[in-house]
Every structure is written in C-alpha cells, then in structure tokens.
C-alpha cells in the first residue's frame, strides 16, 4: 500500500497544544548493580530538551558534560520520562537538593523537570541503549471520517507504516539539513583527516545522522512510489525483528511467511564504510539515490570519515497499539515503538494536515520535500 500517495482520512487535527497531548515513555533494560561510580536518574521533564537537560545535570553535579549519558533525545514540546547518568567518581551527589537547583535556574513558564528515581551502577548510559518508547497522544479538533480513520488506524496497526525518519531528525524547518551540506562541503575541502574537537563531537554526529537519514528516506520513498517497500524485491537484505541482525536469502514462500508474521523485516542502508550486502534490483535502487546529485557530497563524506555502515528496517510496526475517541473530534493514540523511530510516521499514515504548537505541518507531504535541500 501506497501510505503516502493515497488520500488521509484525517484532514486536519491539531497535535502538541499541550505538552498532555504528547507523553513519551522510555523503555529501558538494564540489570542495575547498584554499584559504581554512574549515578542513573529517571527524571520527568516538560518542555524541555534532552541536550538542555544534560548541561542542567551537569551544572547541578558539577561535572564536565561528557560525564553526562542519555540514550536518545526526546521532544521538547511534549511530556517526557527518560534516563540519563552523571559521572561521580566518589559518589558524592550534589550538596544542593535538585529541586531547589532547577528552582535557581530562571525556567520559562510551561518549563519543569523533577527526578524521579536514581541508582547507582558501573557503566555510562550511551546512546541508543533503550529498546522502545511508549507513545501516548491526543488529536484535537479532528476532522474526517471517523469510520475510515477507523479502518486505517486498524491497517497501521497490522501491516505498519514507511520507516522514515520524521522531521525532527532535519531540525525546525529543516534548519540541519544546510548545516549538514555546509559541514561535508567542509570536509571535502580540507586536505587533512577527519578528527572532531571534543566539542563539536555532538554537533557533527548530529550532522552524519542527518546525512544518513536524507540517503535513507530517499531510498525508502523510492520504494514507496513503487509499492514494495513491504514486498521483497531481488537483492533484498532482511533484518531480524527486534534486533541488528541482517541477512541475505532467496526469496521464497518462508521468506514470505516471516515477513507476514513480522518475524523479519525488509532493510536498507544507512550510508557508509561496509559491506552493502544488497544486490540485483535492490541494489540498483540503492545506487541510484547514492548517485543522485544532491547526495554525491553526503557519500563521499562519509566514506572520507569512515563514518560505518548499517541498516534499517524499511518497515515500522507499532506495537500494542489502541486508539479510543473521547469526544466526537478527540482522538487518543497509545503504541509502542522501537527506539529510533518516529511517532510522526504513524501519524502521516492517517493525518493530512497537523497544526503542531500553532504552526501547520504537512505530514503526508515527500521526506524529501518537507525541507529543501541544497543541490
């Protein structure tokens, strides 16, 4: 099915009026040895990024923000739970009381975070170590057909959505996307090796993921406007649900049962240094995005970084998905999904126009096309 190129039930709603209408959860597994000198702390915050909220732990515990670990960046304008580290090696914790800390920090109004547990452990959380996010959202003033938004929402939640990556990835108004050509222009330019200052180590990681993530959803859209961003295609890599697992193979009827049972899903590249796997029509697919003008400078760049290959599912499955009408324009949404991904692929899926923090959001619109890209 053709999730972008078919008329949305949904015409209109309005999404992030309050931070209540976007709550992210995140889901993490770590067996915590209560030992060590990584001081772990589930906090709640609201309005607030990810990135900002490390340099206030910082600040707080009095330590260099490369002592500080989170897994994944979180929305600002939404209500967020989620786990960070601070590094103390005497496992001192601060002598002023957090709360009183945040009290002294001049917040905006709308602005909070709280800690709600902490515990002790021997390892830095690093990026990506949470498996899900859990997702609950509220659509106001919707308008459409409430039957055939129905009957979508039901299709979502048995064959999944398109694995782009979602707008925030580009920044507000695609702002990261000319910082990210500025940056590989850069890069092209110089003579010398690529080895980043300590302090632009976040900043250029932003920039490659924003370069991987353009490759991508182009090749995914490729995929989309010929229909077989679900049905595999000669050359396919497949990837094992629930993990990094890759593998090539035949396509025939097991191939086939798996994927209908969402034991394995297809994958593409995420740009880089590797072994691509890929081959034969897949693999054309793949070439002719990497080849593409407005990508030359993205690909040699990161070959010249050495910046590593890797793969993602063309697919996205939320899971344990429910949805409930509260009131005749009033919509709630509850899914599970894999970190990583993106709640705003689920919407699109269904939502034509979104008016997000009172700016409209064309979600049904190109990956490609919602931000302009530099050729």
């Known amino acids: ?58 600040k707080w515990a009095n330590i260099a923000i490369s002592d500080i670990g989170y897994s994944g960046l979180k929305d600002r ?33 709308g602005e909070f975070v ?6 002790w452990h021997n390892k830095k959380l690093n990026r990506g170590t949470h498996k899900h996010n859990h997702f609950t959202i509220c659509l106001k003033k919707v308008i459409g057909d409430k ?33 990210t050509y500025q940056f590989f222009e850069d890069i092209l330019k110089s003579n010398k090796s690529y080895k980043p200052h300590k302090k632009d180590r976040e900043k250029h990681s932003l920039y490659i993921s924003v370069a991987k993530s353009l490759i991508f959803n182009a090749i995914l859209e490729e995929r989309e406007q010929s229909d077989n961003w ?49 081959s034969l029509l897949a693999r054309q697919i793949e070439d002719k995005i990497l080849n593409a003008p407005q990508f030359i400078n993205l690909t040699e760049g990161l070959l010249k970084i050495n910046s590593q290959l890797s793969w993602r599912s063309l697919r996205l499955l939320p899971q344990k998905m429910t949805w409930d009408w509260k009131e005749e324009d009033t919509l709630m949404l509850s899914f599970i999904l894999p ?37």
């Open 1 to 58: 099915m053709k999730i972008h190129s078919i008329k949305q039930p949904m015409t209109f709603a309005l999404f992030k009026q309050t931070p209540d209408d976007f709550i992210v959860t995140e889901k993490i597994d770590i067996d915590f040895n209560h030992e060590g000198e990584h001081l772990w702390i589930y906090l709640q915050k609201v309005n607030l990024n990810t990135l900002f909220v490390a340099r206030l732990l910082a």
């Open 77 to 109: 304008n939404a209500k967020t739970y989620q786990w960070f580290s601070l590094r103390i090696p005497k496992k001192q914790k601060p002598d002023i009381d957090f709360d009183n800390f945040i009290s002294k920090q001049n917040l905006n109004a």
């Open 114 to 119: 709280c800690i709600l547990n902490y515990i």
């Open 147 to 179: 039957e055939k938004i129905n009957h979508r929402l039901q299709q979502i939640k048995e064959i999944g959505v398109p694995n782009y990556f979602g707008k925030q990835r580009f920044g507000r108004d695609g702002a990261n996307i000319e910082k």
């Open 230 to 278: 679900q049905t595999p295609i000669l050359g396919d890599v497949f990837n094992l649900d629930g993990s990094h697992s890759i593998f090539t193979n035949n396509i025939d009827s097991t191939i086939y049962q798996r994927l209908h049972i969402h034991d394995i899903h297809i994958a593409s590249i995420l740009f880089g240094i590797g072994e691509r796997k890929s």
């Open 339 to 375: 970190a990583g991904s993106f709640a705003t692929s689920i919407l699109s899926a269904f939502c034509e126009n979104i008016i997000e923090n009172q700016r409209i959001i064309d979600e049904t619109a190109s990956p490609l096309k919602q931000v302009q890209m530099p050729i």
